[in-house]
């Protein structure tokens, strides 16, 4: 498994069925990543996301910070 950083997104377009998102990995070089649209909405949980970054946020300077290479198995028929 390859893992990236989209350091800096400046760019996102969505064209001929698919999802764009570019922008800069953490060395400074261009990097785009490019996802069916389709399955991007199959798979993405807006209001968990949200429900992520707040709790991110509410913890900002009470705890360690997560190490951003944990990875979490998600079903995504778990919650239909």
Known sequence: MRFENLH???TMCCADGEFML????SNGKNFTIVIPAYELLEWI???YIKEQLKKHIDNLGN???LN???QFK???HENS
């Open 68 to 70: 951003s290479r944990q």
């Open 45 to 47: 949980d807006i209001n």
């Open 63 to 65: 705890a360690e910070p």
């Open 74 to 76: 998600i079903d995504k």
């Open 8 to 10: 800096d997104i400046n």
């Open 22 to 25: 570019s922008g800069t990995d």
